[in-house]
């Protein structure tokens, strides 16, 4: 299966600052998604990446607060933006091959 | 809304017992169903996908099915403590978009 990394692995911010995490897929693949695991919590689909198009959201996530891009078919982006405390969490990228849905190793996120 | 139930545990097994792990689901429309293993710290990997009612094999891991009751299980024969772990089940219309629960913790006691 291919390889999926993510950056960072894990960091500490400030409220109502923004970070991107990136994720790296080693061979291309058609979809990729954005999940969130909040301590405790399952994990919960943020968004479908697509490739050339704006991501499709779901229900209780929005575009200015997690913008996402896909600008091929090996790589994507998700931006916490203007962050809150609320926003501390794990966010893990995933890809689709086949009809197995593989997870990177996520990213910790400490919003103080 | 769709929801999917799992008992948080922990669920605790000697070593070599059958583990059995449950899971309801809410939304008749879901076809497919998965059962992913994560261990502390680590990101889920998925253990094996089950779409139609009855049982599916491997290796020591079985899944089941019932749809009518809108119930999956998985099965661990022959536990190992390297099984120790927390199991989510998840379900979906199809191969993404997926609805976890909050996953069983299973502690295998040597």
């Known amino acids: 299966s291919a390889v999926i990394s993510q950056k960072p692995s894990r960091d500490i911010c400030q409220r109502g600052t923004s970070l991107t995490i990136q994720c790296q897929v080693d061979?291309?693949?058609?979809?990729m998604f954005w999940y969130r695991q909040q301590p405790g919590q399952s994990l919960t689909l943020i968004a479908t990446?697509?490739?050339?198009?704006?991501?499709?959201?779901e229900s209780g996530f929005v575009i200015d607060k997690f913008p996402i891009s896909r600008p091929n078919l090996t790589f994507s982006t998700l931006t916490v933006s203007n962050m809150s405390p609320e926003d501390s969490s794990i966010y893990l990228c995933s890809d689709l091959q086949g009809d197995e849905q593989f997870f990177g190793p996520g990213t910790r996120l400490t919003v103080l | 809304q769709k929801e999917v139930e799992q008992n948080s545990g922990p669920l605790s097994v000697p070593e070599g017992a059958i583990a059995s792990l449950n899971c309801t689901y809410s939304?008749?429309?879901?076809?497919?169903f998965f059962w992913y293993r994560q261990y502390s710290g680590k990101s889920p990997e998925l253990i094996m996908f089950i779409y139609s009612n009855g049982d599916k094999e491997d290796g020591r891991f079985t899944a089941q099915l019932n749809k009518a009751s809108q119930y999956v299980s998985l099965l661990i024969r022959d536990s190992q403590p390297s099984d120790s772990a927390t199991y989510l089940c998840?379900?979906?219309?199809?191969?993404?978009?997926?609805?976890f629960g909050k996953g069983t913790k299973l502690s295998v006691i040597p």
């Open positions: 998840a379900s979906g219309a199809g191969s993404y978009q997926l609805t």
């Open positions: 939304d008749r429309g879901s076809q497919s």
């Open positions: 061979s291309q693949v058609t979809m």
């Open positions: 990446a697509n490739q050339g198009s704006e991501a499709t959201y």
